[in-house]
């Protein structure tokens, strides 16, 4: 039995479940209204997801069912069917209080974005301006005595050297990279035959670990402080300009990623448990209600 989108039991199931939600929010509006008066059906912005996800399953059906072709533009209608999965929010009382939790850090986690958005700036322009093409120092064969001629001076000649592959240093623990090396003290250096030059082929890892300019400053500090194998770039500086550099990373590992990044969940943590006590509140004051109603009864 095929249990695809398409399938027979997969559409009867689709038309089941829109049955129950339309007659769930029918109820509610013959008992509560629906958007003239205070606490009607619209006025509660939990139920705009559930009217939202019934107007677009019903608008789809129809279109599906007046178009009467499985073409692509009746499978993009289909798409929207997954946010039918939405309506589950509003059912979950745990999901409920953890969306309403998010919406109400909205405000605080703007203004941590905005902090963190502002120390990486200052990471990545520190890193620019001191680690600007240091990745990209490489060992090189020592060029070889060359006498000029007609066809080539020594000077073309010397950067067909250094710019053909073969004359790098490559890892031997690793094949296909090569070593990055430094002329700085206590940097890694060149073994007796190479010369460690700046300026030669592209950065690591396929280019996307730099310094070279804002942007990908930007982005190789985001990868520092969320730690995201943030060691293979703490290694690759390290070894192009030597020990000292260890405070920057000190300093973008444990303020921008113990501090800022708990920060944002702290504040995320902060707005659940307030929402929580909402909660909490709010379904007290209902039971306090429905008891005194049944002692009036």
């Not at 599906?64 to 069917?81: C, I, K, M, Y």
């Not at 030669?200 to 942007?215: A, K, L, Q, R, V």
């Amino acid at each position: 039995m095929s249990l695809g989108p398409d399938s027979k039991a997969a559409e009867t199931a689709e038309y089941a479940f829109l049955a129950i939600y339309t007659l769930e929010s029918i109820i509610k509006i013959l008992a509560r209204g629906f958007i003239l008066h205070k606490f009607t059906y619209l006025r509660d912005p939990w139920n705009w997801l559930d009217f939202a996800v019934i107007v677009s399953a019903y608008v789809t059906t129809i279109i599906s069912e007046v178009s009467g072709s499985s073409g692509t533009n009746l499978q993009a209608l289909r798409t929207f069917r997954v946010f039918r999965a939405l309506k589950t929010i509003s059912i979950v009382p745990g999901l409920k209080t953890l969306v309403g939790a998010l919406l109400r850090a909205f405000k605080l986690l703007f203004e941590v974005i905005i902090l963190i958005t502002f120390c990486l700036a200052v990471f990545a322009l520190f890193g620019l301006q001191v680690y600007m093409g240091v990745l990209r120092q490489k060992c090189v064969v020592d060029v070889p005595s060359y006498n000029a001629t007609s066809s080539m001076n020594y000077l073309a000649y010397y950067n067909d050297w250094i710019k053909n592959t073969s004359n790098w240093y490559e890892d031997p623990d690793n094949g296909g990279t090569y070593i990055i090396c430094g002329n700085a003290s206590g940097s890694g250096q060149c073994n007796s035959g190479y010369t460690c030059l700046p300026d030669i082929g592209e950065n690591p890892n396929y280019g996307y670990t730099s310094f070279d300019h804002f942007g990908w400053a930007m982005l190789t500090s985001f990868q520092l402080i969320t730690l995201d194998f943030w060691e293979d770039s703490y290694n690759k500086i390290i070894r192009a300009s030597g020990p000292w550099n260890v405070l920057f990373f000190v300093i973008v590992v444990f303020f921008g990623s113990f501090y800022l990044i708990n920060l944002m969940l702290a504040v995320v943590a902060m707005s659940y448990q307030e929402e929580a006590v909402s909660a909490g509140k709010e379904k007290a004051d209902n039971e306090k209600k429905q008891k005194e109603r049944e002692n009036k009864s």
